[in-house]
T-cell receptor, first 114, second 112 residues
Framework: QKEVEQNSGPLSVPEGAIASLNCTYS??????FFWYRQYSGKSPELIMF????GDKEDGRFTAQLNKASQYVSLLIRDSQPSDSATYLCAVGDAGGTSYGKLTFGQGTILTVHP | ETGVTQSPTHLIKTRGQQVTLRCSSQSGHNTVSWYQQALGQGPQFIFQ???????GRGNFPPRFSGLQFPNYSSELNVNALELDDSALYLC???????????FGPGTRLLVL
């Protein structure tokens, strides 16, 4: 059973701070990793994807991947109240399979307070 | 906006009934994946359709079935509804079976 675990929340940070969201996965062969943001009552929205070890930056967001430790994280710099949402970590199927099933973590609720 | 649309937005059914949910994929996408999201949980993979064929299935019973049409839109059918089927049903489209998935707005199903 492939598992994706996210750090338990909720996480509360002040406006302007760095929010750090963490995720571990059980399938060592996994090759694609995604972060989705989900506002209350809405559907998940893709923020970042990362395939290679290291950091990937997009604006205020940085995704970090360490395949040896089976760990992926999302950093949000200069956090804004509009970043308050549930953040979902998703892991794509391991290489060699024929389809792109995503396995999701349970989500971490982030609250950015003014 | 991802360009993925779903209908209806909300639905109320009673236990034992059948339901059909619909999804139109984003232009240029040939793959549709369906997920079930219970309250407070992450989405759970139901199945994926790639070029009109089922291309992978999660741990859901056979009463969950689907179709994909030549225009790559898709349907999710659930027979013999149970109370635990109450959830947000999400459709995601992608430009291939292993590509990045973009979600539609979802259909919220309540089974009474």
């Amino acid at each position: 059973q492939k598992e994706v675990e996210q750090n338990s929340g909720p996480l509360s940070v002040p406006e302007g701070a760095i929010a750090s969201l963490n995720c571990t996965y059980s399938d060592r062969g996994s090759q694609s990793f995604f972060w989705y943001r989900q506002y209350s009552g809405k559907s998940p929205e893709l923020i970042m994807f990362i395939y290679s070890n290291g950091d990937k930056e997009d604006g205020r967001f940085t995704a970090q991947l360490n395949k040896a430790s089976q760990y992926v994280s999302l950093l949000i710099r200069d956090s804004q109240p509009s970043d308050s949402a549930t953040y979902l970590c998703a892991v794509g199927d391991a290489g060699g399979t024929s389809y792109g099933k995503l396995t999701f973590g349970q989500g971490t609720i982030l609250t950015v307070h003014p | 906006e991802t360009g993925v649309t779903q209908s209806p937005t909300h639905l109320i059914k009673t236990r034992g009934q059948q339901v059909t949910l619909r999804c139109s994929s984003q232009s240029g996408h040939n793959t549709v994946s369906w997920y079930q999201q219970a309250l407070g949980q992450g989405p759970q993979f139901i199945f994926q359709y790639y070029r009109e064929e089922e291309n992978g299935r999660g741990n859901f019973p056979p009463r969950f079935s689907g179709l994909q049409f030549p225009n790559y839109s898709s349907e999710l059918n659930v027979n013999a509804l149970e109370l635990d089927d109450s959830a947000l049903y999400l459709c995601a489209s992608s430009q291939g079976s292993g590509e990045t998935q973009y979600f539609g707005p979802g259909t919220r199903l309540l089974v009474l």
